[in-house]
């Protein structure tokens, strides 16, 4: 559209032996770090977790905060002036999709950066359009950011950071909270930009398969804080695999070592009924489900979850997928229509799990959150997971047997005494999975289990998903992730878009 | 029809109905407005300036297009406060004059009949145009008032407008958690305790989502030394002086006919 370069000049990062340690650590998150970022140069920056990668990014960005909150050493020089020295020159996009949107409407919230800066006001409305037109997105300047999806609110963001002009263009990790489909249009829009800016970029991102197409060169930091690799993306792919592989690193085109549905349906044999002999262990009948009584999201739903199966829930944004999830797990009540569980699974209960009690639930049904600290409960790691024994009256020797059992499979039998919300992501979601199925529920229901995990954490998880369903557990997961449903999607139910197009504001966007 | 609504108005109070003239003018104005209206109303306890400035606002509201359901739709918490506040001073007010009931410390005198009407109609004489004049104000267009009008420090009024767009999440965050502490089996007793903890956590995400919000916000130059400017223009004129005007004329009719038929109260008398 238009022609007039919506950026200013390319930066030059140089790092002569730079480093940075956080107040009160003794360690150096990063040190030694020696680089140089040409202009229009484009950057994948990976490392395993705690490696430094976004502080790096947010050194680059200025944001690193001043001296009560740590100290650097040597130098960090965009086009020869430390970094934070110009504010403007880096345009920084976060991880989290709701806590980077700052105003309630589109245009507000993209003017925003040029305010700061001092722009004059017609400039300001001229740069809010070109930049909304170069992340592509197409809604009046009134549009409330809150109606967004997440992936949107990233092109929002990456909108309302180029508007700054910025020379040097920086994300940290910007699709690893979005689905697919947003994945996709964060990746366009940044390919549009910097085909429209030509701004130096660097980006930090576990999904490599997302980034290495768009990238020339690629950046390896190391556990110590310093740079263990750097060249071409082919060839520091190529030989820093294992490396890469053990940091969590998703690098395209290496196998998952996980057999898949079709694996397994291959090994039955062709011609077998893989379905048949699984008895519905939990049904929705003509059910209408929504969070409250007059927002009805769907109605008329027919469901079935096969027991001893894995049944995989898919369907676009805004579907139901998570309240449908919510109901049949009995914490919403159904708004019409009724959820059944089988004899079996009731033992002795009435049919609809939303009339069990809390306890009731804990060895029937278990839910697993998208966001694991909205459930968490405890001060403790090992203190979560004795949450549900104990509320099931269990003697607490039999307490301790069953925490150090789950523990020690999930790997958290080190972190046993941290608080839970002082985790890493990875931590978080398996302490959230280890927390239900230390009471050893009959069906599992998981809400995007794998968002934003990295390779390492997926593949515990999945394969210990796996090795429940094999054990005669029944799981239904509501998930976007393709991967994901090639292992553990046995039966797949498919929400087809709503009915009604009223998109449901939640945050991130997500269902 | 709801999702066009929201669109078209900024995401804020979608349902709340337009009022003619009222609409025109700055928040920053009807901030003004309201206590230029509300103190001189305060200084007083007698029923009659109370009455007089209700009945002027009631007839004015209804001009700006606020019908009777309107009224109670929105003000419904005003409208059972007032009486609730009025009842209190009916049993307890000061007693004067004849007594016609009494139970233990409650006592219905003359005197305590008419506080109790005077503080009824007082509560609605204040809060009504609180409630109706902020019916539809934009939280964005208060801020850019409040900084380029009222001149308030624009780090404290923008970091402040930032924060009131979390508050939704905090909404879906405290549902999210009311649900796992049933899916955790610790949902059948023990209230207090389980709201404690979901306090906690609660805090926890708002001091991680406002550290978050605050890098961004950074990260877009907010908070250095340049200079600001302002997308938006807030502008003051015509229809805000009126208001002005109004409201202080309301606020004076009621004093001086409080005054003339003698029912004028000072609190302090």
């Given at each position: 559209?238009?022609e007039s ?20 650590r ?32 947010h ?20 086009d ?8 403007g ?9 709701d806590?980077?949107v ?5 245009g ?11 722009v ?52 940290d990790?910007?699709t ?15 390919a ?5 800016t ?10 490599v ?21 750097d ?47 699984h008895e519905?262990?939990l049904?929705?009948?003509q ?7 007059d927002?009805v ?35 919403l009540?159904?708004l019409?229509?009724?959820?059944v569980?089988?004899?079996s ?16 639930l ?25 949450v549900?024994?104990?509320a ?18 999930l ?19 398996r ?18 289990p794998t ?10 998880l ?16 509501v ?33 | ?27 920053v104005?009807?901030?003004a ?19 007089v ?14 019908t ?58 204040i ?13 964005t ?13 624009a ?65 877009r ?23 002005l ?22 609190v302090?008398?």
């Amino acid at each position: 559209m238009s022609e007039s370069a919506p950026a200013g000049r390319p930066v030059r990062v140089e790092a002569r032996g730079w480093g940075w340690r956080h107040a009160g650590r003794l360690r150096w998150a990063l040190d030694g770090v020696d680089l140089i970022i040409e202009r229009g140069e484009r950057i994948l920056l990976l490392g395993p977790s705690g490696s430094g990668k976004s502080t790096l990014l947010h050194a680059l960005a200025g944001v690193v905060g001043d001296d009560d909150e740590g100290e650097q050493r040597g130098q960090l020089l965009l086009d020869g002036a430390p970094a934070g020295a110009a504010r403007g020159r880096a345009g920084l996009v976060l991880q989290d999709p709701d806590s980077q949107v700052i105003l309630a409407r589109v245009g507000d919230d993209v003017a925003f950066g040029c305010e700061n800066l001092g722009v004059p006001r017609d400039e300001i409305w001229r740069r809010v359009g070109e930049s909304l037109d170069a992340v592509g997105l197409d809604l009046p300047l009134g549009h409330p950011t809150s109606m967004l999806s997440g992936g949107q609110k990233q092109r929002l963001s990456l909108a309302g950071a180029l508007a700054m002009r910025p020379g040097l263009l920086l994300l940290d990790e910007p699709t690893a909270n979005l689905d697919p489909a947003g994945v996709g249009e964060v990746r366009n829009a940044v390919a549009r930009v910097l085909e429209r800016t030509g701004a130096t970029f660097v980006v930090v991102e576990h999904r490599v398969d997302v980034w290495v197409d768009l990238v020339d060169r690629v950046v390896v930091l190391g556990g110590d804080g310093s740079v263990l690799a750097d060249g071409p993306p082919e060839e520091v792919l190529e030989r820093q695999r294992e490396t890469l592989l053990a940091a969590g690193v998703w690098v395209p085109g290496v196998p998952l070592p996980i057999e898949t549905v079709e694996d397994r349906d291959a090994g039955v044999g062709a011609g077998g009924a893989p379905h048949s002999g699984h008895e519905p262990i939990l049904a929705g009948e003509q059910l209408a489900i929504g969070r409250r009584r007059d927002a009805v999201v769907r109605a008329g739903l027919d469901v079935v979850l096969p027991e001893a199966r894995s049944t995989v829930l898919v369907g676009p944004n805004g579907a139901g997928k998570s309240t449908l999830a919510l109901t049949l797990g009995g914490l919403l009540a159904p708004l019409a229509g009724r959820v059944v569980a089988s004899d079996s699974l009731a033992s002795g209960l009435g049919a609809a799990p939303i009339r069990w009690r809390s306890r009731d639930l804990l060895t029937r049904i278990g839910t697993v959150f998208q966001e694991p600290e909205h459930q968490f409960v405890a001060s403790t790691v090992r203190g979560e997971v004795a949450v549900a024994p104990r509320a099931l009256g269990l003697p607490a020797s039999e307490i301790a047997t069953r925490a150090d059992e789950v523990l020690a499979r999930l790997r958290l039998d080190r972190l046993a005494g941290a608080n839970p919300f002082t985790l890493s992501g990875g931590e978080q979601r398996r302490l959230s999975v280890a927390a239900v199925l230390v009471a050893r529920p009959r069906v599992v229901i998981l809400d995007e289990p794998t968002f934003g995990q990295d390779r390492v954490t997926w593949l515990e998880l999945v394969q210990l998903l796996r090795d429940l369903v094999d054990d005669g557990v029944t799981l239904l997961s509501v998930t976007h992730d393709a991967a994901y449903r090639d292992v553990l999607g046995d039966h797949r139910l498919e929400l087809a878009a709503s009915v009604d197009p009223a998109p449901v504001p939640t945050p991130g966007g997500r269902s | 029809m709801t999702a066009q609504a929201v669109a078209t108005d900024g995401g804020f109070r979608p349902d709340a109905p337009r009022l003619r003239f009222v609409d025109r003018v700055n928040p920053v104005t009807r901030l003004a407005a309201v206590m230029v209206l509300t103190t001189p109303l305060l200084l007083t306890v007698d029923w009659l300036s109370a009455a007089v400035a209700l009945g002027v606002q009631l007839v004015l509201f209804a001009l700006a297009g606020v019908t009777p359901r309107l009224l109670v739709a929105r003000t419904w918490p005003i409208l059972i406060a007032a009486p609730i506040a009025g009842v209190s001073m009916l049993l307890y007010g000061r007693p004067e004059g004849t007594e016609y009931w009494s139970f233990w410390l409650a006592r219905i005198t003359d005197g305590s009949i008419e506080l109790a009407v005077a503080v009824t109609v007082r509560v609605l004489a204040i809060g009504l145009p609180a409630a109706l004049l902020f019916l539809r104000v934009d939280p964005t267009e208060l801020a850019d008032g409040l900084a380029q009008i009222a001149r308030l420090p624009a780090r404290f009024v923008l970091g402040a407008l930032a924060a009131t767009r979390l508050v939704g999440l905090f909404v879906e965050d405290w549902r999210a958690m009311g649900l796992s502490r049933r899916a955790r089996g610790i949902g059948d007793h023990g209230a207090l305790r389980r709201i404690a903890t979901m306090a906690f956590a609660l805090l926890v995400l708002a001091i991680r989502r406002g550290s978050k919000l605050a890098t961004a916000m950074e990260a877009r130059g907010f908070g250095s030394d340049v200079p600001r400017t302002w997308a938006r223009k807030s502008r003051v004129g015509v229809v805000d002086a009126m208001l002005l005007v109004i409201a202080a004329a309301i606020a004076a009719i009621a004093i001086a006919a409080a005054l003339w038929a003698g029912t004028f109260h000072p609190v302090w008398a």
